[in-house]
């Protein structure tokens, strides 16, 4: 009785002491938690690892001496033969390398999984009976976890794989296509696109559920075909959502590691993340912190770039 | 040779006429065939797994569109290799702590971001979008020496927690954090102000009424919000791989659980092909169950407003 007492008359008083801030003080009172958790497990890190990024690597501790930018310019210039990771185009410039890697693998990526994406928005924007079960399949290969989503078309090109059967009978490539570097870059942008298309066409879903029906009415009475409806009316449409579902696309693109690593263990096709990966877990922390960090930089760059050329005609989203 | 070519002009121009006349049942079956294909693509690499699965492990070599042979024994071997079973349970643990813990922050900051102004809010926002589009490879050195007890601020250690579901835990909760606040922010500025202003009036308390108001109209969202975490919080690879053991008493989750199929002596394909299938369980019942509201989330929730 008396314990509910004190309960009841500490509730009041937190009320009462809420009741009496202003708007902007409730807002950052229950902001509080959110800001708590952000500023210690991502703003710091963040920090913490751009801080690293400018100490050498050291073997007997966390950090060597403090050695500025020379991490970056090393990394860019391709003047660091240590970094651990295998070569794909170049074998002296490990940067140089994995980077036109990981440009290639999102450019090709981007444009084949807008394009899926986009029919398989369409498919799941029509009306007709079981189109719960085209939901799940289209929505499944996205929503499985990467380590699974590598695991199948690992398994697809083992040499024993119904996929490498396919590859050389069309007569391809060698019987090990996961070791060899163009069709393991194949391999990879396919079971990538397979996963995220599925995210594009729901984004692109959006756009098209957007669309004023009217505008059909009057293309229909207009006389314009399923083709000219389409190409005048639906494309327009889905214009802005479609450059921020590529935009989105980019972003995930070029810091790719789970399905990479899963599918090729990083070594035929390094992405820059898997640099990054390779040399933290090689303890080479300042390098990887430089390469994390000039990842985070191009990511940057190119979502400005994206904004600046897109931001005006985009109605919606960021 | 000239009338096989006319034969087939008649024939294409029958087609091209039949086409004109009746296009909608053309563009119709050109959907349903459309659908199909694309219905096809998505399954096929997981009917595949099944292919693999059934195969006895000394003929896979054999294995086609059909199962060479047909041996279920994979189904219960793969849980003797490797303690699946409990990686699978260290990942739903993990995946369930996430959603809890981001779901509450998630509502109150949509709360306040998509239902109040202040001064800050758009720089807050748009900071906490941001930061979640920076790759988590920037996070990785410092959330490391954080949460394996080598940072101290005023003396005090950070906790040790590897081995624990934490490791894993609090990161995933500030990956998935910024998704579900930019879809609860969208899904509670669309609740009409007149209702918390009709409770204000009448006398009701901030607290009251967004415990009277709020929090019931807003089931429908926590429901999108939490699926779409739990299904990012189960699959991650990077923080997942990065930060534990690998060992499954160290809750370590379903990545190494896999991985752990092909570190084996001898590589047994037909069990990391029931392995898999055994994992997506999970995840595969809940877009079953959730499909609708999935698509609702991802295509209406996080970029419309």
């Known amino acids: 009785m008396n314990t ?315 | 040779m000239s009338t096989e070519r006319s034969g087939n002009d008649s024939k294409l121009e029958q087609l091209v006429s039949y086409s004109i006349v009746n296009s909608d049942t053309l563009y119709r079956n050109l959907f349903y065939f459309t659908a199909i294909c694309i219905v096809l693509i998505s399954l096929a690499p997981f009917y595949y797994l099944f292919v693999i699965a059934l195969t006895p492990s000394s003929r896979t070599t054999d294995a086609g569109i059909v199962p060479a042979g047909f041996d279920p024994s994979s189904f219960i071997e793969m849980f003797q290799v490797v303690p699946l079973h409990r990686f699978v349970f260290n990942s739903l643990v993990i995946a369930v702590m996430v959603t809890m813990i981001v779901l509450v922050f998630a509502s109150l900051a949509g709360y306040v971001f998509g239902r109040m102004d202040f001064r800050g809010k758009p720089i807050l926002f748009i900071g906490i979008l941001v930061l979640s589009y920076f790759p988590g490879a920037t996070f990785i050195v410092g959330l490391f020496r954080l949460l394996t007890g080598n940072i101290s601020v005023l003396g005090i250690s950070s906790p040790d927690l590897f081995g624990t579901p934490g490791v894993v835990a609090l990161p995933l909760t500030t990956l998935t954090l910024p998704i579900a606040i930019l879809l609860l922010t969208t899904f509670y500025s669309q609740i009409p102000d007149g209702l918390e202003d009709a409770a204000r009036v009448t006398g009701s308390t901030r607290i009251g009424s967004l415990y009277r108001i709020i929090a019931p109209l807003s089931a429908p969202g926590l429901v999108t919000a939490g699926i779409l975490t739990f299904i990012t919080a189960y699959n991650e690879f990077f923080f997942s791989q990065l930060l534990t053991t690998g060992a499954a008493a160290d809750w370590s989750p379903i990545v190494w659980g896999l991985s752990n199929y092909q570190t084996q002596v001898s590589v047994r394909y037909d069990l990391m092909a029931a392995a898999s299938l055994f994992a997506i369980l999970p995840i595969a019942l809940l877009v079953l169950v959730a499909q609708k509201k999935i698509v609702s989330g991802l295509s209406g929730g996080t970029l419309r407003g």
Do not use: H
């Not at chain 1, 009320?15 to 708590?36: D, G």
């Not at chain 1, 570097?181 to 995220?196: G, Q, R």
């Open chain 1, 4 to 318: 509910t007492g004190t309960i009841r008359q500490t509730i009041a008083t937190v009320n009462n002491w809420i009741e009496n801030r202003t708007e902007s003080q409730f807002a950052y009172f229950m902001l509080f938690p959110v800001l708590l958790v952000f500023s210690v497990l991502a703003l710091w890190p963040v920090l913490y690892t751009l801080e690293t990024s400018l100490y050498a690597d050291s073997f007997s501790q966390f950090r060597g001496e403090f050695i500025g930018l020379s991490n970056y310019t090393e990394l860019v210039t391709g003047g660091r033969d240590s970094v651990l990771i295998r070569p794909f185009i170049d074998l002296g410039n490990p940067f140089q390398s994995i980077l036109p890697v990981t440009l290639m693998f999102t450019a090709v990526t981007v444009v084949f999984a807008t394009i899926l994406g986009f029919v398989q928005a369409l498919v799941l924007n029509g009306t007709y009976r079981g189109r719960s079960i085209v939901r799940v399949a289209v929505l499944l290969p996205w929503a499985v976890p990467i380590v699974v989503q590598g695991m199948i078309f690992y398994l697809l090109f083992i040499p024993a794989g119904a996929g490498t059967d396919l590859v050389n009978s069309l007569g391809l490539m060698g019987s090990q296509p996961l070791n060899e570097s163009v069709t393991a870059f194949a391999i990879v942008s396919l079971a990538d696109i397979w996963v995220s298309a599925p995210f594009i066409a729901l984004i692109i879903l959006a756009g098209l559920q957007g669309i004023d029906q009217n505008l059909y009415q009057v293309g229909k009475v207009a006389g314009a075909s399923r083709w000219e409806q389409f190409r005048l009316i639906t494309l327009p449409q889905v214009m802005p959502v479609l450059m921020i579902a590529m935009l989105l696309k980019s972003l995930m693109s070029m810091r790719v590691y789970g399905l990479i690593d899963a599918t090729t263990n990083c070594s035929t096709v390094p992405s820059l993340t898997c640099g990054v990966v390779g040399t933290f877990n090689g303890s080479l922390y300042g390098t990887s912190a430089a390469l994390a960090f000039i990842t985070a930089i191009l990511i940057g760059l190119v979502s400005v770039g994206y904004l600046i050329k897109y931001g005006n005609s985009s109605t919606g989203g960021i």
